[in-house]
């Protein structure tokens, strides 16, 4: 097992995939070729049958670490007894001559560099490098290429190693020593594929020249974003985060990096999240725009174009980047994360019914069609109408069902009070596009009515039916006791006015029963699952929403900024947080995190500028772009 934080990883990627880098150097995840490959490194869910690419450094004595400015390039710099040493890492991801209107804005070159380089006195070590292909199932051969090159081959898949010192092949795993002075390197490349990779002799040139490429790409990209407000390096960090999670092949938005990390301690949640869910894409959509993505967005309505196959007909809960979302899988054979398992691969979420997927896609929709002022690209605007009816057809028929919910629990499917009220923003989005359209032809006058009526209709059944009078609270699903933090969110979609008494006595009772200090869990209820999980991250930043759309800006600007401090050095999160130990939990880094912290930040910034007479417009305030 591995005795590491989560919150000691760093991430890097390329928009095919990602890797995890331990604060020690140590590359302990990597997927590839994409985001729901087979791992081919993976420590982090079990050190000895996992696969990784170490460095070991004589003497350590101090280890610091930050992203180079702008960029997913991670610079570590690591001081020993007797000298300084700076490790920059990076999957090379250079910039196209003219970005094609669809399609990877970048060309991903399929490796990750490790750039080690002596600054000042002598430091010695060695890297050592072992794959495991296929999540640990697969054996590996390894056969040496010169000094310097070696090529692991297991699974059906082919990984290359070319090192700038010599590599020593014992078994399945390399190791190249050394022993460098100031100005000296020893750089390392793994590539993915048969042909992939640069050879030794050339190595420095072309590293130097990959790091020049994939830089510039970054600080291009982070030089669009739009916010300027007080927490811009902060937003940018997650911006930068959010793009990892996309995929510039196909345009679709994993939800996070990792399969198996834990949600409870000890427990048994531990599911994979390399996967794209409707919700938490279609919110990551809405965060893009919120800072001048629009490309990122359309590249999203890409993926569904290119994914449906039923044309518009019906959106499902969770796609995979290609094909279908495999069933659940255990790999007994790992020990999982600090001994946590069992680790799972696949989700079977997939075939849960959730409803208010609709609605999450609607405001997305809304959203960019808003920032893109309707103008959108051919093919995009081509789908639009009959997308519109297909969407708004769907929620209409799906009004009165029970459905799994936004945390899907493995129970009985209940009337959600958080699914009714998605169902009510969704026919309320589709009514803005169908009036906003400047040639009037997504909806007749006919339809626009029969969906503010039915809008109407659904809104006064959440609100009555929502309610319980001796919990004093809206509750998870209708005739329901359980406190559910989700209903925090409705309010920031404005089904629920903030300003209403019974959603103030709501959010009190989420704050004494499901609250511990500024962090608030789910729910407290017994879900069929093993274990405790911790606190929600996400649900913590909604109520920063909520404080903010009531008029209470100084407190909701305090709790904003406390929990940006419970991220880790780098600034990124997982999914959850331990409210005993303040330890991430669950998969990382988290995009409905890090969504969360843009669009409460661009909410502040909102709040902030509006003046004590002003009421805010809590509807438009979930998707607005800011000005």
């Not at 290359?160 to 078994?171: K, M, S």
């Not at 996309?246 to 000890?266: D, F, N, R, Y």
């Not at 969110?489 to 709501?506: E, I, M």
Request: proline share 4%.
């Amino acid at each position: 097992m591995t005795d590491k934080a989560i919150a000691d990883y760093a991430v890097i990627g390329d928009t095919c995939t990602t890797a995890l880098i331990a604060r020690d150097g140590s590359l302990d995840w990597l997927c590839w070729p994409r985001h729901d490959g087979p791992a081919v490194f993976l420590a982090l869910l079990d050190s000895e049958r996992g696969g990784a690419c170490r460095l070991v450094l004589d003497g350590l004595t101090e280890i610091t670490r930050r992203y180079l400015p702008g960029t997913n390039i991670l610079e570590t710099t690591f001081v020993t007894a007797s000298g300084r040493a700076v490790l920059t890492d990076f999957m090379p991801l250079h910039r196209h001559e003219s970005v094609p209107e669809e399609g990877p804005d970048g060309q991903a070159q399929a490796q990750v560099v490790r750039r080690l380089a002596c600054r000042s006195g002598r430091v010695s070590g060695r890297w050592q490098l072992r794959p495991s292909f296929d999540y640990a199932r697969a054996p590996t051969e390894a056969t040496t290429e010169g000094e310097t090159c070696i090529r692991f081959r297991g699974g059906g898949d082919t990984i290359r190693a070319v090192c700038a010192v010599p590599l020593v092949l014992r078994d399945d795993e390399a190791e190249g020593a050394f022993a460098l002075g100031a100005g000296e390197r020893a750089d390392l490349v793994i590539a993915h594929g048969e042909k992939h990779g640069v050879d030794g002799e050339g190595l420095p040139g072309a590293v130097d020249a990959s790091l020049a490429d994939t830089r510039a790409y970054w600080e291009e990209w982070s030089g669009r974003c739009t916010y300027e407000g007080p927490y811009r390096e902060t937003v940018l960090r997650s911006a930068l985060t959010l793009k990892l999670l996309t995929h510039g092949p196909s345009g679709g938005i994993v939800a996070a990096a990792t399969a198996g990390l834990p949600e409870a301690v000890p427990g048994n949640r531990n599911y994979d999240y390399r996967y794209v869910w409707m919700r938490d894409a279609s919110f990551t959509v809405t965060a893009f725009v919120n800072l001048g993505y629009q490309r990122e967005a359309a590249e999203f309505l890409r993926f569904l174009r290119e994914a449906d196959t039923s044309r518009g007909r019906d959106l499902h809960l969770m796609y995979a980047l290609d094909g279908a979302v495999p069933g659940e899988e255990f790999l007994d054979h790992l020990c999982g994360w600090r001994g946590i398992g069992p680790v799972g691969i696949g989700n079977a979420a997939a075939d849960q019914e959730q409803y208010d997927i609709y609605g999450e896609f609607l405001v997305a929709l809304h959203g960019y069609l808003e920032a893109v002022e309707y103008d959108p690209p051919v093919k995009v605007n081509d789908h639009l109408p009959e997308a519109l009816g297909h969407l708004t057809d769907h929620i209409l028929r799906a009004r009165h069902a029970a459905d799994h919910g936004l945390w899907e629990m493995r129970t009985e499917k209940r009337q959600s009070v958080h699914t009714k009220a998605m169902l009510w923003v969704g026919l309320d989005r589709a009514v803005q596009i169908a009036r906003a359209d400047p040639k009037h032809r997504l909806a007749s006058p006919d339809t626009i009515a029969r969906w503010e009526r039915a809008a109407a209709e659904i809104r006064a059944e959440y609100h009555a039916r929502g309610w319980n009078a001796a919990r004093g609270a809206y509750t998870m699903a209708y005739e329901s006791d359980d406190l559910d933090a989700a209903v925090l969110r409705t309010v920031l979609f404005g089904a629920f006015d903030p300003h209403d008494s019974r959603v103030a006595k709501t959010l009190e009772r989420v704050g004494e029963e499901l609250g511990a200090g500024d962090l608030i869990y789910r729910y407290r209820m017994d879900d069929g699952l093993e274990g405790d999980e911790a606190t929600f991250t996400a649900c913590s930043f909604w109520r920063v929403g909520c404080l903010a759309l009531a008029g209470r800006n100084d407190e909701a600007t305090a709790l904003f900024e406390r929990l940006l401090a419970r991220g880790n050095d780098l600034g990124l999160f997982a999914e959850e947080i331990d409210a005993e130990t303040g330890e991430q939990r669950g998969n990382v880094p988290q995009g409905f995190t890090h969504m969360a912290v843009i669009n409460h930040a661009v909410r502040l910034a909102a709040a902030d500028r509006e003046t004590p007479t002003e009421e805010p417009d809590c509807r438009a305030e979930a998707d607005a772009v800011p000005a």
